[in-house]
Nanobody, 126 residues
Framework: QVQLVESGGGLVQAEGSLRLSCAPS????????MAWFRQTPGNEREFVAA????????AYADSVKGRFTISKDNAKSTVYLQMNSLKPEDTAVYYCAAAIDWRGILSTRGDAYKYWGQGTQVTVSS
């Protein structure tokens, strides 16, 4: 069974920073794109950022551009989301996702991703 394990969430004050991590466990698989999504109660899951394993191309939601940075460590098979200048509206459960489509499309759609983590809570206080 494939699992993605997120860590690094927590409570932070506005303008603070957090770094989320996502690493696979269980059965090995080849992911061509890794992404972060977030969700608040009563709302649909929202795209945050994505990165292509080969080449490292990235994509970001407009709401986080300039504040969040997605990166990867190939040796550790780990993806990170560095979140700076956090705002209360960034409060959400953040999910890591993996896409296995060989075309490596940096999709903003949740249905493009096959594997998902369990989520980690990020709370930003004002």
């Amino acid at each position: 069974q494939v699992q993605l394990v997120e860590s690094g969430g927590g409570l932070v004050q506005a303008e603070g920073s957090l770094r989320l991590s996502c690493a696979p466990s269980g059965r090995t698989f080849v992911a061509y794109v890794m992404a972060w999504f977030r969700q608040t109660p009563g709302n649909e899951r929202e795209f945050v950022a994505a990165i292509r394993w080969s080449g490292g191309s990235t994509a970001y939601a407009d709401s986080v551009k300039g504040r969040f940075t997605i990166s990867k460590d190939n040796a550790k098979s780990t993806v990170y989301l560095q979140m700076n200048s956090l705002k209360p509206e960034d409060t959400a459960v953040y999910y890591c996702a993996a896409a296995i489509d060989w075309r490596g499309i940096l999709s903003t759609r949740g249905d493009a991703y096959k594997y998902w983590g369990q989520g980690t809570q990020v709370t930003v206080s004002s």
